[in-house]
């Protein structure tokens, strides 16, 4: 399995470089994978190059298509502003909207307080959830006294788990359920007949069957509240 990590950090040496690292190693750990690292610093001219003509740089095309084939990301940012980096930002601006749909990703940030690690739920996740990634549960905060003590390590590796779990399920852009643009789930094919049988109405939508569960669209729903 492909394993990609994006590492934003600016500095030499850097935090964030260093959690990447420990992160991938847990992955590694865990299960053989290929590791890829992306220094955004390196790719820092061809993305602003990017934005202005249109086009990526050698470096920074090669970047663009590990991530997409990636079976699975490690993302870290430095917390600037009490949110990830504009660096970091722009890299996933010049990405393809579709190239992470599906895809599992595990989201971590460095900063020099504890107070920043609300940046994991307030920034990171409702952007890789709006690329329509699959973030892991659990997000990696290392803050500067958190290097060397105690808890750290046990996120890292179970933030580490939780990624290698879903990269084993084969959470892929064709297989995994991808929202549609306006935020629906997309139809299952053969929905409609489905509903019919199942004495379902298909004028607003298909009622499904999941694990032994009747699935019933919220417009049936909320027809039958008005009804």
Request: net charge negative; glycine share 10%.
């Given at each position: ?20 690292d420990r ?13 890829r ?6 790719l ?11 086009f990526?740089?050698?470096?920074l ?5 590990a ?7 490690i993302v ?17 601006d010049v ?14 940030a460095t900063g020099?307080?504890?107070r920043?690690?609300?940046?994991l739920?307030h920034?990171l ?16 905060y ?5 290097w060397?003590?105690?808890g ?16 084993g ?9 991808v929202p ?8 299952p ?13 298909a ?9 032994g ?15």
């Amino acid at each position: 399995m492909k394993l990609v990590v994006v590492s934003a950090g600016l500095s030499v040496p850097s935090s964030t470089r260093l959690l990447a690292d420990r992160l991938a190693a847990a992955v590694d750990r865990q299960t053989p994978v290929d590791i890829r690292v992306v220094e955004l610093r390196d790719l820092a001219v061809e993305i602003a190059h990017n934005f202005t003509n249109g086009f990526p740089g050698r470096a920074l095309a090669d970047a663009l298509e590990a991530v997409t084939e990636a079976d699975g990301l490690i993302v870290v940012t430095p917390v600037f502003s009490a949110s990830y980096s504009g660096l970091f930002k722009s890299f996933f601006d010049v990405l393809d909207k579709d190239a992470l749909a599906g895809k599992p990703v595990l989201i971590a940030a460095t900063g020099g307080s504890a107070r920043h690690s609300l940046v994991l739920d307030h920034a990171l996740r409702p952007l890789f959830s709006y690329l329509r990634a699959v973030v892991v549960p659990t997000g990696v905060y290392a803050a500067s006294e958190d290097w060397g003590a105690e808890g750290l390590p046990e996120r890292i590796d179970r933030g580490a788990g939780e990624l290698v779990r879903l990269m084993g399920a084969g959470t892929a852009p064709e297989t995994a359920v991808v929202p549609e643009s306006d935020g629906s789930l997309p139809k299952p094919a053969g929905s409609d007949r489905e509903a019919r049988a199942d004495g379902g109405s298909a004028r607003g939508g298909a009622v499904t069957r999941s694990h032994g569960f009747q699935v019933i669209p919220f417009e049936d729903q909320l027809a039958a509240l008005h009804g």
